[in-house]
């Protein structure tokens, strides 16, 4: 989109829950101060703007990555134009973001981002390390109806964390992945077929310590 904001603010100035009209969790947004090296803005820009408005997203821009550095440079001049965006919320989980030097291989300057993951996925319904999900399109329908009855159980997840913090989130986003690997287990997972046939040509087949317990072990 080649969306330059400029200086404009990301979240609604001066707002308020208004009680006649709001829902009552209604987060007011908070102003949150962003520093640029680019000064300018245009209509896409502003559609930008627009788009973190209505969905709580914030440029991490000038804010997370302190100058606010130009991202794009050509003949023409340099520009702000590469984002990253994402929740108030979530900015705790950002561990380094930095924009580093241009290189030859673009005009566009890379942006460095270290996420910090305080959750591992558990592998409790997993027998090894040998099971792996496959998609089978021929079970596509019955997946389809499977993910329909645990419909309210994804929105029950998905307010939650709406509704909390980053804590929530994490513990949310594992809730969810949880559920969605019990519908797809039944008819997707799988197992790999683990045994080996012993080749004979190899050198310690052939010596004299190599018998039938060596051939077991192997295979």
Not at 14 to 38: E, F, H
Not at 69 to 82: E, F, K, P, Q
Request: hydrophobic share 35%; aromatic share 8%; with cysteine.
């Amino acid at each position: 989109m080649n969306a330059r904001v400029g200086e404009k603010p990301d979240y609604i100035i001066c707002d308020k829950n208004i009680n006649a009209i709001d829902p009552s969790d209604y987060n007011v947004d908070s102003p949150l101060p962003r520093v640029t090296q680019d000064k300018v803005h245009n209509s896409h820009g502003q559609q930008l703007i627009d788009l973190c408005k209505s969905t709580e997203m914030r440029i991490c821009n000038g804010r997370l990555e302190v100058s606010g550095s130009v991202t794009y440079c050509n003949a023409n001049g340099s520009s702000l134009i590469d984002y990253l965006l994402m929740s108030e919320h979530d900015f705790s989980l950002v561990k380094v973001f930095d924009t580093p030097e241009f290189n030859i291989f673009s005009d566009h300057a890379p942006l460095n981002v270290t996420l910090c993951a305080g959750h591992l996925m558990p592998h409790e319904n997993i027998d090894d390390d040998n099971s792996f999900i496959r998609w089978d399109n021929t079970k596509k329908e019955q997946f389809k109806r499977n993910i329909i009855l645990n419909l309210p159980r994804f929105n029950d997840i998905c307010f939650a964390m709406e509704r909390g913090n980053t804590c929530s989130v994490n513990d949310g986003i594992v809730k969810f992945t949880e559920l969605l690997y019990k519908i797809s287990e039944p008819l997707f997972l799988r197992k790999r077929k683990t045994s080996r046939s012993v080749n004979n040509n190899l050198p310690f087949n052939k010596a004299e310590w190599f018998n039938a317990e060596c051939t077991k072990d192997i295979q």
